[in-house]
Structures are given as C-alpha cells and as structure tokens.
C-alpha cells in the first residue's frame, strides 16, 4: 500500500489530479479488476481518493477540482476549451454558455456533478493543429482568434458582440484550412 500510495502523491505533485481506473491499475500494477476495486474503496474510505463518478478518481473533492480539467479528463481523450466559452471569457459574446464548451474528436453533451459540459466534434483536419492553443493551468484552451473561427465552424451565423477584425479572421480560416464564411466579412 505505501508504494501504491508515494505513486499517488508524485502524480499529484506533476499535477495529476483526476485518474480513470485503469490508469490507477496500471500505475499500481494490478490486473485483477476485483483487486482494484477493493483497493479502490479503501482509498475512497480513508479519504486518499474521491469517487467522481464510477471509474473516475481524484485526489481532491469534486467541488474543489478545476471544471474544465475536470471536463477534459472526463472526455478521457485529446481535447480543449474553445468557442463559447473562451469567447464568454474574453469578452466577445455577452451571452454565457449554458455549459463549458469544448472541443474534441466526438459531440457530446454529459454532466459532472452539477457542471454541464458540450463537447463539440471538430474533424481530425482542425482538431490536432496547435497554432492558436495555449496553455492554461494545466489546461489547453484556443485563444479567441481560434474560439471565434472554430465557433463559425460550428455556426457561421453566430453572433459576435466585440468588433472583430475580419480580415485577420478570413486569413487565419485560410491559414488553418477552415472553411471561409465570406458573408461575415462584408458586412464589416
């Protein structure tokens, strides 16, 4: 148990806060699923780990875990905040989402605890091209530039309360290889 438990607290100390459960097996070696799971309720009994939801761990209280790295680690695969909700942040829409907005390779709708989250599927194409993602607590999040031209992916109609520089948007469409939305441009 003390090796099992150093693991978790070097994990915690690269930041690591949420785990999967077969992330926890693999990192304490344990292949039997019973083994796991009994060693599972022990950590959560004691108090070490905090049962998200079934097969989902962290080490601090839901209430105290950053949303959106908790929405990334719940969608368990490559992904990050983008369109509403960078663009509510920065200022460029008024409008605040009714859940945090991701990105990632599938559309889906899900809560974690009370936090509603929307992942919107964006194609391989534009999801894996780094220009415009920055690093923010531990987190990936587009900038608004990125937000705004993925938000017209997804709507090209969509309302934008900042005046925004349309030409530099067109080039970075182009730049990116994301579809142009020329209408948005003229009305400039």
Known sequence: MAGRMSALVQLSQEGKKVFHIKELGALWGIKNPNTLRITLNRYVHSGLLHSIYRGFYGLLPLEKMNPVDLGIKALHRFSYLSTESVLYETAWISQAPSAITLVSELSRNFNVGKQHYRSRQLSDRYLYQTEGLLEVDGCLKASPERALVELLYFN???????????????????????PLTPERYETA
């Open 156 to 178: 090209p109609k969509a309302t934008i309360d900042k005046t925004v520089d349309w030409k530099k948007i067109s080039e970075l469409q182009k730049k990116w290889g994301y």
